[in-house]
């Protein structure tokens, strides 16, 4: 019966200690947090988008001219190292809305930006530790909420929310247990880097492994079914299959409860819309609307007509590509100008590239590294710029 | 759906299953059913892939009704091939078949999961337009620019496609990639009436379900029981990263590991009963393994060498040793002479041209490596798992031949995966986390397999009495399939 005991309190204070480790528990801190301070969210002020008090709550009505909001506190100073956690309440926020902590100090004063983790059941937590800029003096703090990057187009992504409480707490061990269970339990978004890598993918700073806890717990209570009561072949065998299928379930129920979030974000923007609807709702939609623009504008160029695309960012050019096909494109990166008779007659598409400027007078482009490219001037319009080539290069 | 689109998925499903049944002979229970169309549908939709290759400048408004109708003849000569010559052979396979104890029902827990994920992933498919990078960037873009563009025009390097005359050339910045992908997809557009990505990107999950229904049909063959075989499924089915290259579909990385899975998994069947037809198929698919992507070339490299090495008599394993070697040696040669597309990448990236670097410590790479198998959330706990079973049964694992060339299989491209990026510029990918989980991916079905045979023999709710054998007859071909020998595997 002691031996029971025993191997039952090995295997509890086992559990424990990991979670302590795991979930970054500060043991000298209190249970609950020594100092709290909650602001409601009417304490806020719009800084960017529209929004209005109500009790309070600040809701958010609309997101300003580049499709975000921003709320901030300002005025008084806090000392960064008296608040470890942040917590923060809000009702309807879209998940196809990323939300961020913002905060300046007097050493910088712009606004710096910070991930969060996105607020389940409208409320989360996060360890205010995990941001290197958080020290010293906080002069104003604040939340930013903009559509999620490389996933939902901008002008599509905002649906009013309020902002019902910001709670900044000090260390405590139900602070870090509430983190733990935002970073672990949490909706993280799909990204460009999902494909590759689950972990990595999420904006927001992360904590330790829940994988690595769930191994070592599994492993540590076998190891006390050993040691202790002695399991031995088909006994440990039974525990150790059971202990890893058990372990597996929770990982796959965890990971099916987070891809039913991130479809739930796909839902909210396709759902009920026909194919013709819903291609344009692409990350890039505007990127995607000039490209149209450029293949109606060369709809009856021949189709051997080559197509030479440069953007200001790789991604960009990449995209712009398959936006503009069927047209026989061809990304200057890789393929380069060629001769000045090899693109006599094509066409160029520039998108936001500053280093290739029209000179009027002269009726050509000039390179910042001083080529020149006489061409036609079939379209230009803010970032989006459509040539012709007419003749040859000259340094 | 449009009848095309629903001709789409039926043809190369009977095309494929239908040279698997004439390889292998006519199904005649479930998991030979389902070994035959998981199978089926990779083989036939790279077959299809691969007719639609030979039709460059080939308009597209007729191209499918044709392919279609080849295709089609095709495979209602293979399946009468099968049934006329190929019934009642083949499979000379031990189904071991356990009765399933009052926890039986607990079975149903992971056919809920998979389920469950499986409309998830589904209906991510068919809502989303084409997200990730390398799929609008490189088989995609093709694909589009065929299908939108009205006629196959190839694809040529940029110098070609700057001098070009009449004839369309096209380009990109993965011109020289393996085209097998980008014509699956043009299939698909075609049998969809046009570039409509969710469609287009919708046999991903096809080839999700043919993974998982190959894996099972081929287990169950191989003597494993049928409750470890679904848990083997589970297991493979759940994993996150495959689950996300399904949901976000148009990566290469899922097709290649289909294949790879198919090569390992007819392989241990020639390896255990030696059936003919199993051999002609592992051989197939390790052949269009770097029609995939170029990876392929190093997978063909190392299952090859092991492959030729275990056809040899044991008395002349050295020489056979010798052969493969020297095989490998001979294609590397080759392709240095004619200047394959694939062996130019592999330069470019041990050289570091294609904007990879070196690792500047070792420790940083071996640490994402760990990283991305161990406490990400990839694998959940696939890799624990894997190096336990093989460290708990590695008496199993020496005493057997079959088990043995898997593991080494496995080992050779552990070695590979490890020397490319500790010791080449690759290692950029390796920290960034962009490139090693996909290349791991391609290696999880061998991983799987190896477990699951290691783990068939483990009966943790029964007593051996209620276990029975089943041993379907066996051609002349394969030799006898029985209990006794099967143990030996």
Same mark, same amino acid.
């Given at each position: 019966m002691l031996k029971r005991i025993a191997g039952g309190l090995l295997i509890a204070l086992w559990w424990l200690l990991l979670l302590a480790i795991f979930c970054e528990i500060p043991l000298r801190a209190p249970l609950r947090p020594a100092q709290h301070r909650a602001l409601p969210g009417s304490a806020f002020d719009e800084k960017v988008g529209r929004s209005h008090s109500l009790d309070d709550e600040l809701t958010i009505d609309a997101s300003g001219p580049d499709h975000s909001a921003l709320q901030v506190r300002e005025g008084e100073s806090i000392n960064a190292e008296d608040w470890r956690i942040l917590r923060y309440s809000v009702s309807g926020l879209p998940r196809t809305l990323e939300m961020n902590l913002v905060y300046r100090t007097p050493d910088h004063p712009d606004w710096q930006a910070v991930s969060l983790p996105w607020p389940v059941n409208g409320s989360a937590s996060f360890d205010l530790n995990r941001v290197p800029g958080w020290r010293g003096e906080i002069t104003g703090m604040g939340l930013l909420e903009f559509p999620t990057a490389q996933l939902v187009p901008p002008e599509v992504g905002f649906r009013p929310f309020s902002v019902d409480r910001i709670e900044l707490q000090s260390a405590s061990w139900e602070g870090a247990l509430s983190v733990k269970r935002s970073d672990w339990f949490g909706y993280w978004p799909w990204a460009l880097m999902s494909i590759s890598a689950l972990g990595p993918d999420a904006a927001a700073p992360r904590g330790r492994s829940l994988v690595l806890m769930l191994a070592l717990g599994a492993v540590g209570t076998i190891g006390v079914l050993v040691l202790v009561f002695g399991w031995r072949n088909r006994r440990l065998m039974l525990a150790s299959i059971g202990s890893a299928m058990l372990v597996w379930i929770v990982l796959d129920l965890r990971w099916l409860a987070n891809l039913a979030a991130r479809h739930a974000g796909t839902r909210l923007l396709y759902t009920d819309k026909s194919w013709d609807e819903r291609a344009p709702l692409v990350a890039d939609s505007r990127l995607y609307a000039d490209a149209l623009r450029v293949r109606e504008l060369l709809v009856d160029a021949p189709r051997q007509a080559k197509v030479f695309v440069d953007a200001a960012t790789d991604y960009e050019r990449a995209r712009l590509v398959y936006h503009l096909?069927?047209?026989?494109?061809?990304?200057?990166?890789?393929?380069?100008?060629?001769?000045?008779?090899?693109?006599?007659?094509? /066409?160029?598409?520039?998108? !936001?590239?500053?280093?290739?400027n029209y000179d009027a007078q002269r009726h050509g482009l000039v390179s910042l590294q001083g080529s020149f490219y006489p061409v036609d001037v079939l379209f230009e319009d803010g970032d989006l710029r459509v /040539?012709?080539?007419?003749? !040859?290069?000259?340094q | 759906m449009t009848l095309a689109y629903l001709i789409a998925w039926i043809v190369p499903l009977a095309l494929g299953s239908g040279l698997w049944a004439c390889a292998c002979g006519l199904p005649t229970r479930g998991a030979s059913w389902l070994a035959a169309l998981g199978g089926g549908f990779l083989l036939g939709n790279f077959i299809l892939a691969l007719m639609l290759g030979l039709c460059h400048g080939a308009v597209i408004a007729t191209l499918f009704g044709r392919v279609a109708i080849v295709a089609a003849t095709l495979a209602i000569g293979a399946w009468f091939a099968a049934w006329r010559w190929r019934r009642g052979m083949g499979q000379g396979a031990l189904y071991v078949d356990v009765k399933m104890s009052r926890w039986g029902w607990l079975m149903l827990v992971p056919l809920v999961l998979l389920a469950l994920r499986a409309v998830l992933m589904l209906d991510e498919i068919l809502l989303r337009p084409l997200f990730p990078w390398d799929a609008w960037w490189a088989w995609s873009a093709q694909a589009k620019a065929w299908m939108q563009g009205g006629v196959l025009d190839p694809f040529v390097d940029p110098a070609r496609w700057l001098e070009q005359g009449q004839t369309v050339l096209r380009t990109g910045t993965a011109y020289n990639y393996p085209p097998l992908l980008a014509s699956l997809e043009l299939w698909y557009a075609m049998g969809a009436g046009g570039w409509i990505e969710p469609l287009v990107n919708l046999p991903w999950f096809g080839l999700w379900l043919a993974l998982l229904s190959v894996s099972y049909g081929q287990w169950r063959a191989l003597g494993v029981p049928r409750p470890h075989a679904w848990i083997g499924v589970y297991a493979l089915g759940s994993l996150p990263l495959i689950n996300v290259h399904v949901a976000l579909a148009g990566y290469a990385d899922l097709w290649i590991t289909a294949a790879f899975a198919c090569v390992v998994l007819t392989w241990v069947r020639w390896l255990k009963y030696r059936e003919r037809g199993q051999l002609i198929l592992a051989m197939t698919f390790l052949v269009l393994m770097p029609l995939v992507k170029f990876e392929g070339v190093v997978w063909l490299l190392c299952l090859g060498t092991l492959m030729i090495f275990a056809a040899v008599p044991p008395r002349s394993r050295t020489w056979g040793l010798v052969a493969a070697v020297g095989a490998s040696t001979l294609l590397v040669a080759v392709s240095y002479a004619a200047d394959l597309a694939w062996l130019r990448l592999a330069r470019d990236l041990l050289s570091g041209a294609n904007g990879g670097r070196v690792a500047s410590r070792s420790f940083d790479v071996l640490r994402a490596l760990a990283d991305g198998l161990f406490l990400q959330y990839n694998w959940h706990l696939f890799w624990f798992l894997s190096f336990g079973v093989i460290a708990w049964r590695w008496r199993r694992l020496w005493h057997?031949?079959?088990?043995?060339?898997?593991?080494?299989?496995?080992?050779?491209?552990?070695?590979?995966?490890?020397?490319?990026?500790?010791?080449?510029?690759?290692?950029k990918w390796a920290e960034s986390y962009t490139a090693v989980n996909r290349l791991v991916l391609q290696l999880v079905p061998l991983a799987t397999t190896l477990c699951v045979l290691l783990l068939r023999d483990v009966r943790w709710n029964l007593s051996p009495a209620e276990t029975s054998v089943s041993a379907v007859p066996v051609p002349a071909d394969t030799g006898p399939a029985t209990p006794e020998s099967s143990a030996a595997a």
């Open positions: 096909l069927p047209l026989n494109t061809g990304p200057v990166n890789v393929t380069g100008y060629g001769t000045a008779s090899q693109r006599e007659g094509s /066409y160029l598409v520039l998108h !936001g590239l500053k280093d290739m /040539y012709r080539f007419s003749g !040859g290069a000259r | 057997s031949m079959p088990l043995r060339l898997l593991a080494g299989v496995l080992a050779l491209a552990v070695l590979f995966v490890l020397c490319l990026f500790l010791f080449t510029p690759a290692a």
